[in-house]
């Protein structure tokens, strides 16, 4: 779907660049300012909004310039696309959730030979549980559901599968479906390495040449910045595409996924993503990174 107020035309539509993010309020509050035109000198963008399981098939076929895509999915992709450091999901207490219709022993052998509905297989929320489950699930679990995640916590409120990994907003809603964490994904993570939890990256394809990523990623960094100097600018465009999401919740949700790592990965960040991926390699998972493959 394409962004009306920020779609270019005439002689800008042939210079602009071609960016995809999801409709989640993280995103249109971080790239508010951007798709709009109001970042000085930054790049012009074409915006499309797409979930993050189809913008991850976008960056495997190397369609368009910009795409914000899953952490998980940079192994396949970071020959074409270059990992910016900014205008992503990175954070602490904000990991995906395992959720069931009962309250169960509250153990992972609660998953034992069950079926589990999980928003991608090439999500960061799927190679984090995959993570968990090897080493907390007995015999490991039965079948993956893959599902759009909004349709993941009716699936388990409704019995059509046993438990449930969600993402974004549904760690805030989730008891309004009568279900129970549990396990969290990001507090497994965290305890066990230290680092924050990588959810989302920005990317960018290496084509553009370095002057232009360079470029790309300061004009992500000031659009993250001018949200923060005046949310209320940005506030008609996130809840446009919000889906109907109650407001409060729509708040919690920045609050939560828009922090100091957006304008920065860092090096906390850095190892953060490095160490998820290596991890991940080491198991079988992904394909391994090469040294220098997040450099940017």
Known sequence: MIDAAAHPTGDDAAQALRIAYSPCPNDTFVFHAWAHGLVPEAP?????????????GMAER????????????LPWVLDAYALLPCGGALGRGCGPLVLTREAGTGTGADLAGRTVAVPSERSTAYLLFRLWAASQVPGGVGEIVVLPFHDIMPAV???RVDAGLVIHEARFTYRNYGLHKLADMGEHWESDTGLPIPLGAIIAKRSLGKARLHALAEAARTSVR??????AASRSYVLAHSQEMDPAVADQHIGLY???FTA??????YAAVRGLLDRAAAEGLVPALSPDALAF
């Open 226 to 231: 001018m949200a923060w100097d005046d949310p």
């Open 258 to 260: 828009v922090n100091e």
């Open 157 to 159: 409120r409704d019995g």
């Open 44 to 56: 012009r963008v074409e915006v499309s909004f797409a979930d993050i399981d189809v913008t991850n």
């Open 62 to 73: 190397g369609e368009f310039d910009v795409l914000k895509v899953s952490y998980a999915v």
């Open 264 to 269: 920065d990965l860092g090096e906390d960040g």
